[in-house]
T-cell receptor, first 112, second 109 residues
Framework: NAGVMQNPRHLVRRRGQEARLRCSPM?????VYWYRQLPEEGLKFMVY????????ESGMPKERFSAEFPKEGPSILRIQQVVRGDSAAYFC??????????FGPGTRLTVT | KNEVEQSPQNLTAQEGEFITINCSYS?????LHWLQQHPGGGIVSLFM???GKKKHGRLIATINIQEKHSSLHITASHPRDSAVYIC???????????FGTGTSLTVIP
């Protein structure tokens, strides 16, 4: 059973471009979480999704950020018109239940 | 105020030393997690606890629900234990983890 997959592992975008981060959960997991880790800071919750539903997006910035988890395919975290402050590591985790989470390797976004 | 507080923030130890990292939390929880993150690396789940104590190799995690406190111990520390150790809780209400800011551990040969 492969672990949580994230791609790309590293992403460089210029200011104003769009960033798309993908997360494929472990087989059989229907819960997906996105977290952001800013440089020199701890992990912060962004959004919790189940298939085709956003359950909790209380940690998402109000503008430019969106997430989806379609019926087929990976979960996508989309950042429009990126700014330097979006540079961070973005981690996805998947879960078969509400209590245990398995983390992906992360996507390191650099905005130049 | 952060829901999860860890101490110390940074820790340097000599190889072989016994190490303790502490975690205090302020919310009701259904579970507490200890995670490990190597520099530039991904995050590995070490333990999930809701009561008592768990042991895995040289790692031991304990939790006191009444005092809202957990400790992670590393016995006979080794340079390969050098990493950031993160405490996280799953609150009784809500669907997410709350994370501590991490303890950066360096074990010197």
């Amino acid at each position: 059973n492969a672990g949580v997959m994230q791609n790309p592992r590293h992403l460089v975008r210029r200011r104003g471009q769009e960033a798309r981060l993908r997360c494929s959960p472990m087989k059989g997991h229907s819960h997906v979480y996105w977290y952001r880790q800013l440089p020199e800071e701890g992990l912060k919750f962004m959004v919790y999704l189940q298939k085709e539903n956003i359950i909790d997006e209380s940690g998402m910035p109000k503008e430019r950020f969106s997430a989806e988890f379609p019926k087929e395919g990976p979960s996508i975290l989309r950042i429009q018109q990126v700014v330097r402050g979006d540079s961070a590591a973005y981690f996805c985790a998947s879960s078969p239940t509400l209590y245990e989470q398995y983390f992906g390797p992360g996507t390191r976004l650099t905005v130049t | 105020k952060n829901e999860v507080e860890q101490s110390p923030q940074n820790l340097t130890a000599q190889e072989g030393e016994f190490i303790t990292i502490n975690c205090s939390y302020s919310v009701g929880i259904s579970a507490l997690h200890w995670l490990q993150q190597h520099p530039g690396g991904g995050i590995v789940s070490l333990f999930m606890l809701s009561s008592g104590k768990k042991k895995h190799g040289r790692l031991i995690a304990t939790i006191n629900i009444q005092e809202k406190h957990s400790s992670l111990h590393i016995t006979a520390s080794h340079p390969r234990d050098s990493a950031v150790y993160i405490c996280a809780v799953t609150p009784n209400t809500g669907n997410q983890f709350y994370f501590g800011t991490g303890t950066s551990l360096t074990v010197i040969p």
